[in-house]
Each structure stands twice: as structure tokens, then as C-alpha cells.
């Protein structure tokens, strides 16, 4: 039985690497389909997230920040839900019930998670 589940493709950098050669780090990230979701591996929730639309616009210049030294650029998702759970715990910890996250922006940002906006 196959467990595994599809997986956006990715690129990981630093912001080191980014300094000193940040086109072949775009090289890379051009194989990916846009849009893409720049975040850092150790961020809770969508802190520090940016969307970028397409790797020519200005929004390319994010990839310099964040809150890690290492920057994960991920290739969006398409026509895919968004289902979370949660486990609530330590020693012995329990699996919350699964929801589906919903939205009414380009993507489940903090705003959307702190405010609930129309959808």
C-alpha cells in the first residue's frame, strides 16, 4: 500500500548562498511552476511566508529575507486542499479532530489565520 502523499517540488538555500550567487539560486527556482511560497524550515504557522508570483517581478527580492538563515522556495500546489491536524500533548499526546483550511486570499496567510475574512 502506498502511503506517501504528492509533494511540491523545492528548493533550499541560504542567505549566504543567496548573497553570492543568487542567480543560480533563481536558475533553480525557474525549474519550479510559479507560484512560489518562500518560508523558512523552522516556521510555525505562515510567519515569514511570501508569495511570489512569478520569478521576473520584484517580489524575487524576498528571497533575501527571513527570520532563518536557510530559506525553503516551494512550488504552489494546485487544485490541492489544504487539511490540517493538530497533537496536543507530550508524554502521551492525542490527535486533534482533521478540519480543511479555507481562505480568501492567495494563500493561508497569518492575516487570514488571526482575522477570518469573508470568503
Known sequence: MDTTSPRSAWVLTTRCEFGRAAGDVLDRCRELSPPWFVKTPISASSVGISRVDSPTSHQGDRLRLGYDRRVLIEEGAQNAREIEVA????????????????????FYDLPDQVHERPR
Do not use: M, Q, R
Open 87 to 106: 497533537l496536543l500533548g507530550n508524554d502521551t499526546p492525542e490527535a486533534s479532530t482533521v478540519g480543511e483550511i479555507t481562505y480568501a486570499s492567495s
